[in-house]
């Protein structure tokens, strides 16, 4: 079945300085999965962060960044400066292409501690 | 806006006791998910569905039973309570479209089983 591996357990970042959490997948579908990036602040449901769908692109949201590189199989996300607000749990996710197997497969999370 | 309403937000049980997680969502989606989030394991599909009385397994449903009543209800059951299924459960939605449809959440349910 469909895997995803990401940085596992807590992250701690101080605040302004640059963030990387790896994430890299394994899809059985004949073409690319579609990959996404949640997120989940304290006592909330996860949100949509960014997702791309189209290999070699790359999404954006809030300061965050993914490029969806197909040959090294990866979806990593970066930040050049956190702020303490960015502090949460983070998940690497992928659902596969029309015509797959269309069932979500994410990843353990990430948690992200930025401090001041 | 996209809403996706979870209850009980918090329930406590005994061994062999009997729970229903509720979720509700107004978004006039198609699909509708029952995960558990478990530190170490992170985010695990039980059931889904893709309309008013289909479901679908999931990845971990040995415990677990859901329904889905109507496009807006999804409802997951479980009957005979475990400590293995103390966790927090989240309810998700989406439309389905084409696979790369993004999810909306609900805020989770945190369930104890003593």
């Known amino acids: 079945g469909d895997s995803v591996t990401q940085t596992e357990g807590q992250v701690t970042v101080s605040e302004s300085k640059s963030l990387i959490i790896n994430c890299t997948y394994s899809?059985?579908?004949?073409?690319?999965?579609?990959l996404f990036w949640y997120v989940r602040y304290p006592g909330e449901g996860l949100q949509l962060l960014l997702k791309v769908i189209t290999a070699g692109q790359k999404g954006s949201s809030r300061g965050f960044e993914a490029t969806y590189n197909k040959e090294a199989t990866s979806f990593h996300l970066q930040k050049a400066s956190v702020q303490e607000s960015d502090s949460a749990v983070y998940y690497c996710?992928?659902?596969?292409?029309?015509?797959?197997?269309?069932?979500?497969?994410f990843g353990k999370g990430t948690s992200l501690v930025v401090h001041p | 806006e996209a809403a996706v309403t979870q209850s009980p937000r918090n329930k406590v049980t005994v061994t062999g006791g009997n729970v229903t997680l509720s979720c509700r969502q107004t978004n006039s989606h198609n699909y509708m998910y029952w995960y558990r989030q478990d530190t170490g394991h992170g985010l695990r599909l039980i059931h889904y569905?893709?309309?008013?009385?289909?479901?679908q397994i999931g990845d971990v449903p040995d415990g677990y039973k859901a329904t889905r009543t109507t496009q807006e209800d999804f409802f997951l059951l479980l009957e005979l309570a475990s400590p293995s299924q103390t966790s927090l459960y989240f309810c998700a939605s989406s439309d389905g479209t084409g696979g790369g449809a993004e999810q909306f959440f609900g805020p989770g349910t945190r369930l104890t089983v003593l």
């Open positions: 569905s893709y309309g008013a009385g289909n479901l």
């Open positions: 899809a059985t579908s004949i073409g690319y999965p579609n």
């Open positions: 996710a992928l659902s596969e292409p029309p015509g797959g197997n269309y069932k979500p497969t």
